[in-house]
């Protein structure tokens, strides 16, 4: 092997893998130069690769104790790395004060630990943290029970009135228990992590300033505040008549929006600063949970809003004045005692959103959904935000994340997101990992896991360069696996992993194990010759779906929407157009014969395109899946889909809202209808299978 894949090796990097069709890759030399500098480990000669060999050998120090390790319940834990047999040990369980002692065994082995949870271990003056995680996440039948179904929503398209032109956490009350009211269960909703104000023309929520926090232009006030002081804050603003121009609005104007929420906030937070507040106490107890982390996202935004380039415009911190770019800096800290008052406003905000979720996920629970909402994790975060300027050993803030070319985009993605590193989570004791963990689980029933891949490898590229000219990076799977298992067990969440795309062998068999559900898409389940694999031939450990927010709704795809706006943007030639309308032709033609047989009706004439979308929820419904969630635009019969991957103002990504109040959307005939096939057709799917 040569010193540069050797290095490659070392680094975490994949230099052969398989691609989507099957077919061995292996990475070019040229390619995996360019990947490790990013990583910072220089590869342009056989010196600098000796150098990088020697500094990445000293930096992970496989003769260093890792702060943090995980086993799984009542097996043995080996610490023959670190300490010899018989060595005497001191374990203090999370939820006991007596310690237990021992020594470790013949093989420096610790005894198997029958509670899970974090623990500490103390061996020869040395003190680790033992996470210890159960078999498996909980199931949704224990959550729910069985035939369990739900909806997903695009949370920034929920209307209600007085929404101000975006859907809130208020809105999702009323939605969820509309929902509720129909049987539903859970309620999956887009991302909510933190966005940033100063960029308010980045708001797709799959790049964020950090998933550590909410983006709290979803915030309601009034709902915590009260609508009195609401009002009163918007009459001394002058906003009104704006915020009853965009919330007839058919798409969001993120833009005006954001200047109208963060003027509003403000007048809040100085009414709410001014006097005593009965809410004063529960306030300081939420920034007092938050820390250092909380602490330091405020930092941020407040940073951001002031340090501008030559243009005046916020910028990634990478390019602030070298004094502030490190977060426990002299000049931070001077900064945040000099500007209190602000930093305590971006506290302000996220403890409304916080609060707003946590609500939103009572009233679900208290309609009686066995879940409640199912939260968002995205795949990483922008580079130049807040999660990435506070945990910055455990972020690679130099390389993006992607996907390699697939069956979904044959000219490979490029997120222009960062990803954790895999050992600075390992010398930080994973602490980025799981407190991201737990700020995405505290206000919800269950949590998806976009591109649930990254626990394993992710696709990272350098700047500058196509998203084809990257690299898989792997990940310390097992530890982060055990720590997803912990961390839902401990919120008794159902955990859901998005695994569309490249998928590493192994990958979803693992997850199975751990009860983590994969997931599976009407549209994609079909072979090449247009024929839909059957209901009953649907696995058992994968959520079922109609479609996803990249993709066509079944509307949109039975009238060829996508293939009409991926000409209108360019991204497929006018002249491709007759093929791929006669590719869709016989596609739909393989539809109708899957439904037929499907509710054993005859073949006959052609379906129309309301009763496909009512065909294709009972479909899914009739699958051993687990859960089923409907996105609400097929529930709806929409014809636009959120999303299309690729483009940025062509199409209108992450701005559509649904017509009608949340609080009664569901009730219409339409979805009523088809949300009382979909109960049925779960309640047909359960008989079957007794």
């Known amino acids: ?98 310690p237990l002692t021992g020594t470790l065994d013949a093989r420096a082995r610790l005894p198997g630990i029958e509670t899970p949870g974090y623990h500490q271990l103390s061996l020869d003056g040395q003190r680790i943290t033992v996470a210890v995680a159960p078999e498996a996440c909980p199931s949704v039948e224990d959550v729910a029970g069985p035939g369990a179904w739900g909806l997903t929503v695009q949370l920034y398209g929920l209307r209600r009135p007085g929404d101000g032109g975006v859907g809130d956490t208020e809105a999702l009350e009323d939605f969820a228990r509309n929902a509720a009211q129909h049987g539903a269960s859970a309620i999956g909703i887009s991302p909510v992590h933190a966005m940033f104000p100063g960029y308010p023309n980045q708001y797709s929520p799959y790049s964020p300033s950090s998933r550590l926090f909410f983006n709290v232009l979803h915030s309601s006030p009034g709902s915590i505040l009260g609508e009195r002081r609401l009002r009163q804050a918007i009459d001394a603003c002058g906003l009104a008549d704006e915020l009853q121009r965009l919330e007839a609005l058919e ?85 945040a005692e000099e500007n209190a008052d602000e930093i305590s406003f ?112 992710l696709w990272v590229t350098p700047e500058g360069v196509g998203p084809d000219q990257g690299a898989y990076l792997n990940y310390p799977f097992d530890d982060m696996l055990r720590l997803l298992t912990l961390e839902a067990w401990r919120h008794k969440a159902v955990i859901l992993g998005e695994d569309l795309g490249t998928v590493p062998e192994g990958l979803s068999e693992k997850l199975a194990a751990r009860g983590i559900l994969g997931m599976r898409v009407l549209l994609f389940e079909r072979d090449d010759e247009a024929r839909f694999v059957p209901p009953r031939e649907w696995p058992d450990d994968a959520l079922a779906t109609t479609a996803t927010h990249d993709i066509p709704s079944i509307a949109g795809w039975w009238q060829a929407n996508d293939i009409d706006w991926r000409i209108r943007v360019g991204q497929v030639d006018e002249s491709k157009r007759k093929g791929q309308m006669e590719e869709r032709e016989r596609e739909r033609h393989g539809l109708v014969r899957a439904l037929r047989e499907d509710t054993g009706s005859p073949a006959g004439d052609e379906m129309q395109e309301q009763e496909v979308v009512d065909g294709a929820t009972s479909f899914i419904g009739h699958t051993p899946a687990p859960l089923v969630l409907l996105p609400l635009e097929d529930a709806l019969g929409l014809v636009d889909q959120p999303n299309l991957p690729g483009t940025i103002d062509s199409h209108p990504n992450w701005r559509r809202r649904y017509a009608g109040d949340s ?28």
């Open 1 to 98: 092997m040569s010193d540069l894949k050797q290095l490659a090796r070392a680094a975490g990097l994949s230099i052969d893998w398989v691609d989507a069709d099957g077919n061995d890759q292996r990475v070019p030399d040229d390619v995996l130069r360019k990947v490790l500098a990013a990583l910072g480990l220089e590869a342009g000669s056989d010196e600098q690769i000796r150098r990088s060999l020697q500094k990445l050998e000293e930096s992970v120090g496989q003769a260093q104790l890792p702060p943090l390790m995980t086993v799984d319940l009542g097996m043995p834990l080996d610490l023959g790395d670190h300490f010899a047999p018989d060595t005497p040990y001191s374990l203090s369980l999370e939820d006991q004060t007596q």
């Open 251 to 335: 798409l969001v104007d993120w833009l005006a929006v954001t200047h109208a929420r963060m003027r509003l906030l403000r007048a809040l937070f100085e009414d709410f600063s001014a006097g005593e507040d009965p809410l004063q106490q529960d306030f300081e107890s939420f920034r007092a949970a938050g820390g250092e982390a909380l602490e330091n996202h405020c930092r941020f935004e407040a940073l951001h809003a002031v340090l501008l380039d030559d243009d005046g415009s916020p910028q990634g911190w990478a390019s602030w004045p070298e004094q502030y770019r490190d977060p426990s800096s002299p000049a931070v800290l001077r900064f």
């Open 346 to 457: 971006h506290a302000f905000a996220q403890w409304l959103m916080a609060r707003g979720l946590e609500r939103a996920q009572v009233a679900a629970k208290s309609a009686g959904m066995g879940i409640g909402l199912i939260a968002d994790l995205a795949v990483g975060a922008d580079s130049g935000g807040s999660q990435a300027w506070s945990r910055q050993a455990e972020l690679l803030s130099s390389l993006s994340v992607g996907a390699p070319p697939d069956i979904l985009n044959r000219q490979g993605q490029s997120w222009g997101i960062s990803a954790f590193s895999p050992w600075g989570l390992k010398q930080n004791g994973f602490r980025a990992f799981i407190e991201m963990l737990r700020a995405n689980l505290a206000h919800a029933g269950g949590m998806r896991i976009d591109h649930v891949m990254g626990l394993m490898r």
């Open 663 to 690: 609080a009664t959307l569901l009730d219409a005939q339409t979805p009523a209808r088809r949300l009382e096939r979909l109960a049925q057709a779960r309640w047909q799917s359960l008989r079957s299978r007794q």
